[in-house]
């Protein structure tokens, strides 16, 4: 490994903290969604919490200034996040109290395009979430079905153990496609 780089103007003064990169295959941007508590979150904000930012790559291979994602981004602590790889589908953790089932649980917000706006954040219910536990740091995996998790919910060894959880496909990608028109 090379010898670490500030990633530049993402950074603030502030505490800027887990980072999940996005490159978009169709338009070839590449961005970095940062937690941070820097100022200018969304107004009313519960002092020290984290918000969701987001910044672009440039040329220069550093980060420009970080923007505001206010559609992901609530009064409450927003942290830890995971982005599928069409950039389609955002998993967050917040404390976000309307629709709360723990301490801190995992919302899920969606999109039709990289080019438009996220849907509000909505609560992956008590599935994958449990009922007066933590719940957080969505990781997923690179087909979009499997959800790695922290909990400290009963029946685990004690603390944040790690959870998983599956789901169906949402949709055929052009790889399953092509596979599946050479066997017919």
């Known amino acids: 490994m090379a010898k670490p780089v500030n990633l530049g103007l993402i950074n603030s003064p502030e505490d800027d903290t887990a980072l999940t990169y996005f490159e978009d295959e169709e338009t070839g941007i590449i961005s970095g969604y940062v937690t941070s508590n820097r100022p200018g979150g969304p107004v009313g904000s519960m002092p020290g919490s984290g ?37 389609l589908e955002f998993f967050l953790t917040s404390t976000r109290p309307n629709g709360r089932i723990g301490k801190n649980d995992i919302w899920v917000s969606t999109r039709d ?14 599935t994958v979430n449990y009922p007066g536990y933590i719940t957080g740091a969505p990781a997923l995996s690179w087909d979009g079905t499997t959800l790695y998790f922290y909990s400290d919910r009963p029946g685990g060894f004690g ?23 050479h066997r017919r």
């Open 51 to 87: 918000h969701i930012w987001v910044s672009t790559l440039g040329d220069d291979g550093l980060f420009g200034p970080a923007v505001l994602v206010p559609e992901l981004s609530s009064q409450y602590n927003d942290t830890r996040m995971a982005i599928r790889r069409d950039g």
């Open 113 to 126: 395009s990289t080019l438009e706006p996220w849907s509000t954040p909505v609560n992956l219910g008590p």
């Open 159 to 181: 603390g944040r153990d790690l959870n998983v959880s599956t789901r169906e496909k949402l949709r055929e990608d052009e790889a399953d496609k092509e596979r599946s028109r």
